[in-house]
C-alpha cells in the first residue's frame, strides 16, 4: 500500500521556479525520463521538488 501528497502549486510556485532552474534538475529529468509538470498531486513514482 503506498500514499500520494498534495502540494498547492500557487503556494510553492516561488519554490518549485528555483528548482527547476538548477542544473541538476534536467539531469535528473533526463535519468528519469519523467516530466516535472505536476497537477498538484504527488505519487510515489513522480519527481517533486523537495524543500530543505
Not at 502549486?9 to 529529468?29: E, F, G, H, M, Y
Not at 528519469?32 to 498538484?40: F, I, L, N, P
Request: charge should be positive; glycine fraction near 2%.
Amino acid at each position: 500500500m503506498c500514499t500520494w501528497f498534495y502540494a498547492d502549486k500557487a503556494t510553492l510556485s516561488p519554490i518549485i521556479t528555483k528548482a527547476q532552474q538548477l542544473p541538476l534538475t534536467d539531469t535528473i529529468r533526463n535519468t528519469m525520463s519523467r516530466s516535472a509538470e505536476t497537477s498538484g498531486n504527488i505519487r510515489p513514482t513522480d519527481m517533486a521538488a523537495v524543500y530543505r
